[in-house]
Every structure is written in C-alpha cells, then in structure tokens.
C-alpha cells in the first residue's frame, strides 16, 4: 500500500501515516496553482476504483514514485493551473454508478472514462475536497449546497461544517480534503475528536461500519485528502 499527502502537512500526522503502508510520499509542487493548494494531491490526481489519472504538469518526483512502484496510471488532457477551472479538472469524484462534479470543470479525459455513469452536477467545482465517499451511497461533506444536491438525488450525505478545519492562506479548509479512506477505514490529517461537531461525526461514521484512524492530535488540516494506492 502507497499513501501521497501534502509534505506541509503536520508531521505527527506523516509519521504515523508511515506504520500505515509501505511507503509515503510527501507531495509538493511550485509555481503551477494556488500556494494553498500547491501541495495537495487531489489537484494533480483523479482517482477511483480503476484509475488513476494525473496531470500532465505535474512534478516529476511523483511521476518518479509512481514509475519506481509500478503503479498504473495515463494522463490527462489539461495541465494544472492558477485559476479556477484549472485547478480543480482532477478533483472529482466517481462512484460505481454516478460521477460527481461541478459541469465543464472536469478533464475530458475523466469525463470519457466516466461517460457511461450518472453525471451529478455539483455547485461546488472543488469536489474532492469537499466530499468523502465512504460506501454504498454514503458520504460526508463540509459544503451544504453539496449536501442539498446529495439529498435531492437520494443519497444519504452528512454534513460537518468546515470551521476548525485549517488550510494554508485561507479561513477555513474542506472535509473532503482532510482524510484518505481505503478498506473500509477513513484517516483524517488531525484528530476529530477536536472539532466541535466531532462526535456526531464519528459516530455517523462508526454507524456505517468504518474504522476512524486520526493521524495526529491536531485540528484537522486540509492538505488535499490523502491518496491510497494498493498495489
């Protein structure tokens, strides 16, 4: 098992992570996108049950990880950039049945990989970080219009608010972009159990079966979700 994070993140949270899988490697980029979002993994990677896609831009070294470790993967058609649209074309979402994001920010090439799916078009282009899928129709958000969108479609959608959450340059960060789920476990980038909402969080995630590992004893930080790979 791989794991890619933010190399910003706490490194309490980057140590622990490492008993975790096999190897860890720590994400970081230059002058490409926002300095908020320069090291989160979810802007430069779209990933889902059979793919992986990664910007065409982005940083060698994780092409270097991703070649050194046999993993998979074709690029997309769009590099990273700092502007809206185009930094958010791999922040998407896809579920066996449905594909989440907000309509015209997707990569084409993710777009075509998911063109048999039901598109969902949510308000928000910044998906990934502000969604979790956790199974079987289930997820949580720290965006309400999300939320809102989720439930009219029928899909159960938890809503944890986003204050507390902390992200480099800005207020407030996104729960989608502090956690990394994979067999049936979700790991947050900080401890839960500090957020002022956390036990109605924990036990709508204990509640579905899923175990919670929290990273560190910190607030929870949005480093871009953190990205499992199994090999």
Not at 48 to 53: P, Q
Not at 168 to 183: C, L, Q, S
Not at 201 to 209: A, M, S, T, V
Request: charged share 20%.
């Amino acid at each position: 098992m791989l794991a890619i994070i933010d190399a910003r993140a706490p490194k309490e949270s980057i140590e622990n992570l490492k008993s975790h899988v096999d190897d860890v490697f720590q994400f970081e980029s230059k002058g490409l996108t926002y300095n908020s979002i320069s090291g989160h993994p979810d802007i430069f990677i779209y990933q889902d049950k059979s793919n992986i896609v990664v910007a065409p831009n982005a940083p060698f070294k994780l092409l270097n990880f991703l070649n050194d470790h046999k993993v998979s993967y074709t690029f997309g058609k769009k590099n990273v950039a700092e502007n809206l649209i185009g930094s958010v074309l791999y922040n998407c979402i896809s579920t066996e049945f449905c594909f989440f994001h907000k309509l015209g920010f997707a990569d084409p090439s993710i777009v075509e990989i998911n063109r048999k799916k039901e598109f969902v078009n949510l308000p928000q282009a910044y998906t990934r970080c502000s969604l979790t899928h956790l199974g079987n129709n289930k997820f949580i958000t720290s965006d309400k219009g999300i939320q809102k969108k989720m439930l009219e479609k029928k899909l159960d959608c938890f809503y944890s608010p986003p204050e507390q959450i902390s992200i480099i340059d800005h207020k407030h960060g996104f729960i989608g972009g502090a956690n990394g789920v994979v067999n049936n476990k979700i790991f947050f980038n900080g401890n839960i159990d500090l957020h002022a909402e956390g036990l109605e969080l924990r036990n709508y995630i204990e509640n579905l079966g899923v175990e919670i590992i929290s990273l560190s004893n910190n607030f929870l930080y949005d480093g871009g979700g953190i990205i499992f790979i199994e090999q």
